[in-house]
């Protein structure tokens, strides 16, 4: 069994770097996530015990007092760092410019959705996973789609 420090790469392309103890990570390891984003965490028989998430763009999570995308301010952190565009030019996603999406798609934050075959793929169109009712009905209800906008912004019933 893996013992020691090493790193593992899961099938996913997430990788963990950090100590092991009886084929489990244990001790001081961090997760890198294939988007960029990284877990840093303090591991015990496999399990996180504390730990500080990453985003791709630097934002780090806490998880009290957590300001970001609370419906008081709707920046994109890219916003908060550099500050508002000037008026006129919107920004619609943290990426800027962003993601080309292909016709008929959607920007789901994690790869591209294509609501007629219901996969979605990673923006390397990579398979990621097929959607289920709720992520389909989440993705085409809230999500930037191809041709510049947002879609059609309905309450939930």
């Given at each position: 069994r893996m013992e020691g420090h090493g790193f593992y790469k899961l099938p996913t392309g997430t990788e963990y770097?950090?100590?092991?103890?009886?084929?489990?990570?244990?001790?001081?390891?961090?997760?890198f996530f294939p988007n960029g984003s990284r877990y840093r965490a303090l591991?015990?028989?496999?399990?996180?015990?504390?730990?500080?998430?990453?985003?791709?763009?630097?934002?780090?999570?806490?998880?009290?007092n957590w300001h970001y995308c609370d419906g008081y301010d709707r920046r994109f952190y890219t916003e908060i760092c550099s500050g508002f565009k000037p008026p006129g030019i919107p920004q619609f996603t943290n990426l800027d410019p962003p993601k080309?999406?292909?016709?008929?798609?959607?920007?789901?934050?994690?790869?591209?959705?294509?609501?007629?075959?219901?996969?979605?793929?990673?923006?390397?169109?990579?398979?990621?996973?097929?959607?289920?009712?709720?992520?389909?009905?989440?993705?085409?209800?809230?999500?930037?789609?191809?041709?510049?906008?947002r879609a059609e912004h309905k309450p939930k019933p």
């Open positions: 770097r950090g100590a092991l103890w009886d084929g489990m990570f244990h001790g001081e390891g961090e997760l591991w015990h028989r496999g399990i996180p015990t504390q730990g500080k998430f990453v985003f791709a763009d630097g934002l780090e999570y806490e998880e009290k080309t999406i292909p016709e008929g798609c959607y920007d789901c934050g994690d790869g591209f959705y294509n609501p007629e075959t219901r996969v979605i793929v990673d923006y390397k169109f990579r398979f990621l996973r097929n959607a289920d009712d709720d992520e389909h009905e989440w993705i085409t209800r809230t999500c930037r789609k191809a041709g510049g906008g």
